[in-house]
Every structure is written in C-alpha cells, then in structure tokens.
C-alpha cells in the first residue's frame, strides 16, 4: 500500500464545532484529494491541492476548507460541523493530474459523525 | 460540470454468473480509471484505460473504453464471491478527478 494515512479514523463530534481531518503522505505526491463518500453518491470531491498551498474547491465545497503548507500534509477542516456532514471521508494522493493521470492511492477513510 | 453516471447502482448475481457496469461521461475523456472497494474498506486502483476502443483483460475481468472515449465497461466472467464490493470508474478533469456513483455487487453463494 501506498504510504498515505488519514486521522483520525473515527470521530463523533457535536453540531457547531470545528473539526479537522488530517491526511498524510509518503510518497512525494503533487496531487492530494478529499472525498466524502455517502450511500447513492459514491465519491464526491470536496476540494483539492496541486501543490504546497495551491488548492481548489471540488463539488461540494461549502461548510469545507482545506491547507496545505506542507507537500505531505492535506487538512480538510469543518468549520462548524452539521449532521449533513456525517459522512466517510477519504484523502487521495496522485502523482499527475488531467490527461497524464495516475492512479489515485487512498488513505484507510475517517468515520466521522456529527451528533 | 463533468459528471461521470454509472448503472446500476446495485446488482446482485448468483455465484457463477456474469456482471457488467457500465459507465458515461457527459464530455470527453483523455483516460479513464476504474476502482474496486471492498465493504469496509478504501477504493483501490484496478486499470487505466487511454486509447480509444482500447480492451484489457485481468483474469475475470475485462474492461472497455468506447471509441468515442466518453463511456466504459467493466465487465466480470463467472462470479466469485471474492468479487463482492462496489466498481468505480473515474475521469480526470484539468487538476483533479472525478468518480462514477459506483455500481456495488453483491455475489450470492
């Protein structure tokens, strides 16, 4: 498995509060993706970084923020969690992007639940 | 925006029968990669896809990519309950990558 760690793997946590994920890579990646997974939705992008402090807003972005200052860490950050954001989210790494894509390596998921 | 449709969402099989998803972009592709995701786990990188027409076979598993490159299939030979999971396509867009809904088998003994 490609070294990339997400933390923590399970979170419940209340509505209003902030809440940060953190996903950690290995491998030197230049390109690193959060997803939320839900039942019907498969995979949705949240946002994404193209380099040390180079990131984008995905599909479903709002209530999200992301940082990257450093290449091997990628932290989604729930501003004010709500219940609609109970979910399984995923962190993503690969080395190219658009028609030169590679596959994406994913962390294990954080189970997060807002109460 | 890009959006990659899979179908069906759901398909269950006796064991020993084939299966097929199939999957459809609204734009062109440049590539196109498929994922399996066990239940429980995190999706993992099975295939890439790049020429148009282009098949590739892994054992049981034979994919497609159409040649007009905005549609693909995976396509499983003879079941197995090993095969039990959900199948993902995906798309690159210009920096990022986009998932299918996915489509999940469940493989009856």
């Known amino acids: 498995d490609a070294g990339i760690t997400q933390s923590p793997r399970h979170k419940v946590t209340e509505t209003g509060t902030p809440v940060t994920l953190r996903c950690h890579q290995t491998?030197?990646?230049?390109?690193m993706y959060w997803y939320r997974q839900d039942p019907g939705h498969g995979l949705r992008l949240i946002h994404y970084?193209?380099?040390?402090?180079?990131?984008d807003k995905g599909e479903v972005s709002d209530g999200y923020s992301v940082s990257r200052s450093k290449t091997e860490d990628f932290l989604l950050t729930l501003e004010s969690a709500t219940s609609s954001q109970t979910s399984v989210y995923f962190c993503?790494?690969?080395?190219?992007?658009?028609?030169?894509?590679?596959?994406?390596?994913f962390g294990q998921g954080t189970r997060l639940t807002v109460v | 925006g890009q959006q990659v449709m899979q179908i069906p969402q759901y398909q269950h099989v006796q064991e020993g029968e084939d299966f097929t998803t199939y999957c459809n972009s609204s734009?062109?592709?440049?590539?196109i990669q498929w994922y399996k995701q066990r239940p429980g786990g995190h999706p993992v990188f099975l295939i890439q896809?790049?020429?148009?027409?282009e098949v590739k076979k892994q054992k049981r598993l034979t994919f497609q990519f159409g040649e007009a490159k905005k549609n693909s299939s995976l396509h499983i030979t003879a079941t197995q309950t090993t095969d039990v999971g959900t199948y993902f396509c995906?798309?690159?867009?210009?920096?990022?990558?986009?998932f299918g809904t996915g489509t999940r088998l469940t493989v009856i003994p």
């Open positions: 993503a790494i690969s080395a190219n992007r658009g028609s030169r894509s590679t596959e994406a390596f």
């Open positions: 491998e030197n990646h230049r390109y």
């Open positions: 970084s193209y380099g040390v402090k180079d990131t």
């Open positions: 734009t062109t592709l440049s590539n």
């Open positions: 896809l790049v020429k148009s027409g």
């Open positions: 995906a798309g690159p867009g210009a920096n990022n990558l986009f």
